[in-house]
């Protein structure tokens, strides 16, 4: 199915493009991370990847032309489709210029109705931040903090915030230097990209008459209020004195409700040291509980106050992460759209550990059973390649490229960091690729590239002391293998029991792509390789 590829945003003051070069032409084929083309914006001349593999169908902004953001760059799709509808869509997408006769009906009418309302540009070096798109996915952003303060001056690469993406919390510098303004985005909030998140200018420019809740576009152009006369200050000073007054009274209301009022740095210092918010007392306005609150806090100090009645039920309420929010909508979507079965087999793991333990005799290489796994899984893809494979509408596409995603658990969750051509890895190539990711997953410091693409999933709890259990299919794959632990046991060996070590795994199928015998088969092959690990130095 063929895919729009448009103008993309590479900043967030970027508004239209210029195709500096193409880097592929009609007919190419492309894989997913490939360059398409070098966009110039307005800060600089970057490299566009696709997102997509497939042919490069159609090219709609040739080199040198410009374009505004959204407009059709290219088309991706299966070779020789038929595209004329998504063409005529385009075009016909295009406004139809308005005649002169239409025009000044237009003018007229609105002559007529009321006069044209007086606009203002933003002040002069004044600029508007919104919410970036840090990753391909992001749909909303959460400030997770403000390195900045209003009133502080800023130069071109200070880090202004750190913002929670789904997928990881990423730090956000500035394009700009001046004076931060406004801070349209308080920490803990989260809006969707393209929201004002701050304003930075001139120091002391008044930017009171922009309004942070519409869009950017909307804000360029403020209408121009007249100086207040006493009266009308002193109105207006009065009402604000009652929304206090009225602030005050449902703050006052919703604590005596149970409701506990504290920032959200403080939310989290308690979270980090183990303190329940309900037995500190707030020293902040209405009571609210803020950071010093927090780190003043001596157990019993409150005396009666900090006794929690023996039966009383407590609900301690965590703002969902957006990787969290991002974990629950993709697995959901995966279990419930593809149709989920299960293989297991039970792999004797004696000449596994023998071959490690000889191959770590090294002192400079040190391999886990994991590395070992995940190299087994590389090689047995390349023997069944339709289970390296995802489901589209209309075809099945397998993937010539094995790319495996290894799944680390995070505090937030799980993240899949993704060894690319992993059957082209030695064990210790695997080995400290591995460990380097988990790492910066951990830290999280992942980059997008170092998340996308895989193929294929290993997902090992064996370290856990789990021995055995399922998961669901990373999607777009068509595949996850569960790993389980080590475990000693009497076995059969030569018709007599002896004590054996052995291993569980499960493989997690999507069944529109791969049937049950292709599914076995490829456990066949796993199982040759780890049982006989000096087959995989073949």
């Known amino acids: ?96 210029p308005k005649t002169e006769t239409e025009d000044d ?22 600029e508007i931040i919104t919410m970036p ?94 100086p207040e006369t006493d009266t009308s200050s002193k109105i207006q000073a009065a009402k604000e004195e009652k ?23 403080a939310k989290k210092l308690a979270h980090d040291k183990g303190i329940s918010l309900s037995v500190v007392k707030g020293s902040g306005e209405n009571g609210r509980i803020v950071k010093r609150d927090i780190e003043n806090y001596q157990p019993g100090a409150t005396g009666a106050a900090a006794y929690v009645p023996v039966g009383e039920e407590n609900f301690e309420e965590l703002s969902n992460s957006q990787m969290r929010k991002t974990i629950a909508k993709r697995l959901g979507e995966s279990k419930f759209t593809a149709p989920h079965y299960y293989l297991t087999v039970e792999l004797d793991m004696d000449n596994a550990i023998s071959s490690r333990t000889a191959i770590n005799s090294d002192p400079d290489v040190k ?40 799944a680390v658990a995070v505090d937030d969750g799980l993240l899949v960091p993704v060894l690319k051509f992993a059957d082209n890895m030695t064990f210790s190539q695997i080995g400290v690729a591995v460990k380097e990711l988990a790492g910066k997953a951990r830290d999280k410091k992942l980059t997008p590239d ?8 290993v997902s090992n709890l064996g370290m856990f ?23 000693q046991k009497p076995v059969v060996k030569n018709g007599a029991i002896a004590i054996g070590n052995t291993m569980t795994v499960t493989l997690a199928c999507d069944h529109r792509t791969v049937d049950g015998v292709t599914g076995a088969k490829f456990l066949e092959t796993l199982r040759h390789y780890i049982e006989n690990p000096v087959t995989m130095f073949v």
């Open 243 to 265: 929304s206090t007054s009225v602030v005050a009274a449902i703050s006052q209301t919703s604590s005596t409700n149970g409701r506990i009022f504290a920032s959200p740095l």
């Open 1 to 96: 199915m063929a895919e729009i590829i448009t103008m993309p945003r590479l900043s967030d003051t970027m508004e239209e493009g210029t195709v500096a070069s193409w880097l592929k032409k009609v007919g190419d084929k492309i894989e997913e991370g490939d360059i398409l083309a070098e966009i110039e914006t307005d800060k600089a001349t970057m490299e566009f990847e696709s997102f997509y593999e497939g042919t490069l169908l159609h090219i709609g902004i040739a080199e040198g032309e410009t374009a505004e953001v959204d407009k059709l760059l290219a088309i991706i799709g299966e070779e020789s489709e038929d595209i004329t509808a998504l063409l005529k869509a385009d075009d016909t997408a295009v406004e139809t």
């Open 367 to 406: 391999i886990s059973f994991n590395d070992m796994i995940v190299k087994a899984c590389a090689m047995a893809l390349r023997k069944h390649p339709q289970v390296n494979s995802q489901w589209a509408d209309k075809v099945t596409r397998i993937a010539k490229h094995i790319h495996l995603g290894v």
């Open 450 to 457: 170092e998340m996308q693409g895989s193929t294929f999933t």
């Open 465 to 487: 002391g789990i021995k055995e259990f399922t998961s669901i299919i990373n999607q777009p794959n068509s595949a996850i293998l569960s790993v389980g632990a080590i475990v």
């Open 133 to 226: 798109r840090l990753s391909d996915t992001m749909e909303e952003g959460t400030v997770a903090s403000w390195l900045k303060k209003e009133g502080d001056t800023v130069e071109e690469g200070d880090i202004l915030a750190e913002i929670e993406t789904d997928k990881a919390t990423m730090e956000f510098e500035s394009f700009y230097s001046g004076t931060l303004l406004k801070i349209g985005i308080a920490e803990g909030e989260t809006a969707n990209v393209d929201a004002l998140l701050a304003i930075i200018g001139p120091a002391g420019t008044d930017v009171s008459t922009i309004d942070i809740s519409v869009k950017p576009e909307e804000a360029a152009k403020a209408p121009v209020q007249a």
């Open 105 to 126: 009906s237009t003018n007229k009418e609105e002559s007529t109705t009321a006069p044209a309302a007086q606009e203002t540009e933003l002040p002069e070096g004044v």
